[in-house]
């Protein structure tokens, strides 16, 4: 499999999360041709803000297969992982990421300066390979789906709904 067809398991997960009402983040953690793990955003449904697709393909790949299998594996995910996610993808060993959707693309305004390379200088995560703009058009449709429904958008549990 190519970027393009794991990119397309990770957008399947987005829609899993998107029909249960989370926000629309898919994630596959991929080493040396294998698929380790699935993970989809679940903060919503969970009511725990640390789910996200990234942290949850990467609890279910250290679960399943330990920690040591992910040292130098690939992530693929439907948007750019915000710092907690970036910080988490550096502790596992993550050697390269796969993005579909910039935050920069989608226009928000939210993140200050924040993109992933920001944070790659800041931290010295300069082991980590970049390659973005995968599947982009299916990555932004599908947030953009979700950012036009009122119901899905409106604060939830006290917390800032505005923040993935
Ligand atoms: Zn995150």
Redesign the pocket.
Known sequence: MHDHDHMGLALAQAEEAFARGDWP?GAVVVNRGVVLALGQNRQNTMGDVTV????DALRRAQGAHGLAAIAGSTLYCTME??????W?LRIAGVRRLVLGLRHATLGRVDMGGYSIEAFCTMVGFDALELTTGVRLDECLEIRRRWGQDQVRTAPTRGGDASL?
């Open positions: 983040v996200h697709a990234e942290t992982p915000c710092p907690m996610c970036a988490a993935r």
